[in-house]
């Protein structure tokens, strides 16, 4: 199966917990104002690459704790992103998702399609909602406006109630980034 995309980062650190490989998913229904990646918004941009492709990029990637799917929007290619995923996660590496949808959205189609029920199964943490020019916020990890959560899938589908992550309350950013 072949996905679009905008690009791949082999390794980053702003784009979620510890070191992750970074996928750029081409295409995007949101167009924000102020988008940091507006050239991700065309679904006809970008490169086709195919899963296998893509996975042996990530299994070069040998520092990285997990990956991250971001955009563009990753929902617009469900299908292909949960399969992925499914691979990602077979490695023992972790996933966060970026949307420009609310996760609340998110559930409510996802009755209509399996894959993105499928994706966000598999996902740990989903990073939600358009970006707001207006809640700009610098200070905010893996987020660019106060809008926007940062929700913990995994206890969230535990719980069956929305769990914001807590993981830099908790001190994860000081043990991950500023470790001596």
């Not at 390794?11 to 295409?27: K, L, M, N």
Request: proline share 5%; charged share 20%; with cysteine.
């Amino acid at each position: 199966m072949m996905l679009q995309l905008a690009g791949f980062k082999a390794e980053s650190i702003v784009d979620g917990p510890g070191v992750r490989a970074t996928i750029y998913f081409q295409g995007c229904p949101h167009r924000c104002h102020g988008c940091h990646n507006p050239e991700t918004h065309d679904p006809e941009s970008g490169l086709r690459i195919s899963i296998s492709d893509l996975m042996a990029m990530i299994k070069k990637s040998s520092a990285i704790s997990g990956v991250t799917f971001s955009g563009g929007e990753p929902f617009m290619q469900a299908s292909a992103a949960a399969l992925l995923a499914d691979q990602v996660r077979a490695l023992g590496l972790n996933l966060v998702v970026y949307s420009g949808y609310p996760y609340e959205k998110l559930i409510a189609v996802s009755y209509l399609d399996p894959s993105i029920r499928h994706l966000l199964a598999v996902t740990w943490l989903l990073i939600d909602g358009p970006f707001l020019k207006g809640e700009q916020d610098f200070n905010l990890p893996f987020r660019g406006s106060r809008n926007q959560r940062v929700i913990d899938l995994t206890q969230t589908m535990l719980e069956g109630n929305l769990v914001e992550w807590k993981g830099l309350d908790n001190g994860y950013e000081q043990q991950v980034f500023f470790a001596e």
